[in-house]
């Protein structure tokens, strides 16, 4: 018996807006054989939206594609056009970049403890989240003069503007005044919590051996023991200088996945320190290359992958004319919507499925890009 | 035990010019194989998949021209940092091809997706069955 739950239900028409997500489960007496995520109303072409565009246009459309991750989205494109016209980025402008970047791995992994909390029923918790999420976007904001947190920050070349002196101050004040004091109340309140431990302790284990067959990536893999993680293997920006130790467990059960955000965070928090006190380091004012796309290329393609918020993040651009041929995105969304969610064991509770759906980080917009 | 990671590729480049293909371009951060014939694409993937521990396809692209699809299937490994892009051509006139989900089980996914938006139906791989069904009843071919 086949049936269908709504997951994020839209109460408008779903062509004019997306976000319906239904789960279809394959249904045996009180276990299931199957689960299929249906993401049609999710589907668009991207290619047919790029394709014939000149750079200029893709840089303003490309952050819109993920409101979780858009300037992961950004830098990947701004690798791949850097590496086609060979283009060496300015030190401070790498910098930034990890910067802002490490800041939106945070405010993600907030996002992503809000569904999970939400699901399990901490409610203040789930609060508390939302409102430091907030003020994490505000920091967002700031690097980018007081606009939309969708807008450019992050382009081809470098980065759109400098960033003042008070501006990096109000950031670590806020690490050192506020956010490291409610890390501490967030162990004591959630991660160290004997009913998040005794409901999501053995719930929803993906076997090491599976997660690495089916390209899991990320979070997930680093939960299940394997030491991967692309800022350390095939580094980019500045993260060859920067000194810190991915997170990882013995198996990737919910409960590990929840806990590795709590030391993703803290990870995060230290690597924007290391990248502050190289900042005081650089001499070089300049933060951007001129005339990026007057130059000649000596390649037509470029294939790039970073580490976005839940694993990795890959682009494909081929060039003609300076124009673009063809874009192509994946995101560790895609994979664990479609493969790794039917790793489940059949012993799984269906009730559950919520739970273990929200702990494999999977952002609805990104998984057909 | 700490992996060990190979920064130089001198001896993969090498190993794949004497044993697979000549056509090779080599850049800082990926190698890319332009296959000469479509069916060698899953010697290529095997033997890089068991002897260089290229374990993870990050993604295929599917590039339409005028007459033809061309298929890039981009590998990568958590031992070596170059990543590989295997390049074949499919006619638009026979757009049949074998599946690689044998080498990597990630392929059915990407491969449906292809099949979706391009219609090339991918042998072995059961989400194409239906338009296989259907491509053979067009064409009037017989089992």
Sequence with gaps: MKKTFPLIKNHLDPFIALGNVSIEIDLKNISFETITINLDFEKKNLNKIFAGKNFETAMVLIPKLSFVQPHHFEE??????????????PLKAKIFRTILMEIERISAHLLFLYSISETLGFQVFKNWVLNDREEILQL????????????????????LNDVLQNQIDILTNFWENYFNKRIQDYEKFFFNNIILSSKTSGLGIFDKEE???NKATG??????????????????????????????????DVYNRIKSLNFEIKNSIDIINQSIDMLKKVNDEKFLVDNVFNRDYRKTFSFKRIEGVNGELCIYLEIKDNLIKHLKFVSSSFVNSNLTINNIKDSTSTSDILTIYTSLFIVPMEVFI | MTPIFYTDSYFLVNDIKKLIAKDIVETNDSIYIKSPQKEFLTYILDFLYNKWSYKFLSMIVSIDEKDFYILKYIISSTLIFKSIIVEIVIPKDDPVFTTVSMIYPVAVIFERELNKKYGIIFEGNVETKDLITKYLNSSGEKF
């Design chain 1, 211 to 213: 997660i690495k067959k």
């Design chain 1, 76 to 89: 990947l494109f701004s690798l791949a056009c850097e590496d086609i016209f060979q283009i060496d980025v």
């Design chain 1, 219 to 252: 979070i997930i893999l680093r939960s299940s023991g394997v030491n991967f993680d692309i800022r350390k293997n095939s580094p980019y920006e500045i993260y060859d200088k920067i000194d810190f130790q991915p997170v990882l467990f013995d198996r990737s």
């Design chain 1, 140 to 159: 967002i904001r700031n690097f980018i003069h007081n606009a939309n947190e969708l807008s450019n920050f992050i382009i081809p070349g470098g980065v």
